[in-house]
């Protein structure tokens, strides 16, 4: 299915998704934006009148996507991954064309294509720019373990190989401000083609997550953002954020500042807890639904965002305990970001495998949430005929 909008970059469907244990993060410098004396000084001047029109402005830390490297579908979780039998992509990017020609994708069904994303709107802008995700000391420990418990996992079976590496670097709010959302982005990927074999080189790429909200009644869960947030308002979307390098930082013990923040300071094994468990702490904050309820996260693959210069995202499935009923109860008494949304949808899972360009739903649902249905249609974690956890059989439309 061809979108101008989104993409997928990578899917997990060989596994039906991917667990905490199988994957690995590599940092390194390396992986960072590449620099340019000139757009740095641009991309102070962008940040600095916006900071004047709204001070409340945050320049938070992130991660940055660079490339990954996945094991071919013959691997398993028990098995050595070697350089023969892996797939590897230097940098996250389809190879650039114009956005009315398309490339067959390995996903079924699925046609993916490029498009340059060139968008420069000033109040298009995702919406870490006025949050940082607030974390409490309870969240912290949790983490804590779940790292602990993945090393573990890891160390038991020294045959066990992760099937996914991701390559990291750091990013920050300002430059995903002065470079994916630049009015210069379509020459900034030209220049970083140039430059470095690589169009995305020059821009921040800040790696997002997202969660497929299944409930205990097979009822997939979709919030309306609200009109006064940043980008795609009115659309419908998933629960969603981002991973956030302080929050690494806090459970390695290492109280820092945003801007002091370095790839040194983390380790891979606190980096992928974060990425799991930060989707987990988005759905209690947007969707007031407790960790307690909620399953462990299935990466699902990376979707990009083509609105926003193929910004990447990792999308999850998360398997709740509560019934679509009780979510909603839980909704509408409001979590600490109740204020981003105004509404509650859900979706049976037979209707959200059947969605594409065609169903009526598709034009409401904002980019990050058309890369997680096409993510969730394609890798089906919870079976083709569902389990208890995602099979519905009522035939229920959007409520």
């Not at 008494?333 to 598709?362: C, M, N, Y």
Request: charge should be negative; aromatic fraction near 6%.
């Amino acid at each position: 299915m061809m979108d101008s909008e989104v993409s997928v970059l990578l899917h997990c469907a060989a596994w039906r998704g991917l667990k905490e244990s199988q994957v690995h993060v590599e940092l390194a410098d390396r992986f960072n934006r590449r620099t340019d004396p000139t757009l740095e000084h641009q991309i102070e001047e962008v940040w600095a009148e916006r900071v004047t029109k709204e001070p409340w402005l945050f320049n938070g830390s992130k991660f940055r996507l660079h490339s990954f490297c996945l094991a071919s579908p013959a691997c398993n979780s028990s098995a050595s991954v070697s350089p023969k039998s892996t797939f590897c992509t230097h940098s996250p990017h389809i190879p650039e064309s114009d956005c009315s020609e398309d490339q067959e994708g390995e996903l079924p069904n699925i046609r993916v294509h490029n498009a340059e994303g060139s968008l420069c709107s000033s109040d298009s802008l995702f919406d870490t720019d006025k949050r940082k995700r607030c974390v409490n000391q309870d969240e912290i420990k949790q983490i804590q373990a779940f790292s602990e418990q993945s090393v573990l996992q890891i160390t038991a079976d020294p045959q066990t190989r992760p099937l996914l590496t991701l390559r990291l670097g750091l990013t920050c709010y300002k430059d995903y401000l002065g470079t994916n959302w630049s009015c210069r982005v379509a020459e900034l990927r030209r220049q970083g083609e140039v430059e470095f074999s690589d169009p995305l080189a020059l821009l921040a790429q800040p790696l997002g997550v997202g969660g497929v909200l299944c409930t205990g009644d097979g009822q997939v869960v979709l919030i309306r953002r609200s009109q006064k947030v940043a980008e795609a308002g009115g659309l419908l979307d998933i629960p969603g954020g981002h991973p956030e390098p302080k929050v690494v930082c806090e459970c390695l013990g290492q109280m820092v500042q945003e801007e002091q923040i370095s790839v040194d300071m983390m380790q891979p094994r606190a980096v992928i807890s974060e990425l799991f468990s930060s989707v987990c702490a988005e759905i209690r904050d947007e969707v007031n639904i407790p960790l307690s309820s909620l399953g462990e996260p299935v990466l699902l693959g990376v979707a990009l965002n083509h609105t926003s210069a193929c910004r990447p995202s990792a999308e999850f499935y998360v398997s709740c305990s509560l019934t679509s009923d009780d979510v909603r109860e839980l909704y509408w008494k409001g979590g600490a970001e109740a204020s981003e949304s105004t509404d509650i949808v859900f979706l049976s899972r037979k209707d959200v495998l059947q969605l594409d360009r065609h169903s009526p739903l598709w034009s409401e649902l904002c980019p990050s949430a058309k890369g997680a249905m096409l993510l969730y249609q394609a890798v089906k974690p919870d079976g083709e005929q569902g389990t208890s956890r995602g099979n519905d059989t009522s035939g229920n439309k959007p409520t």
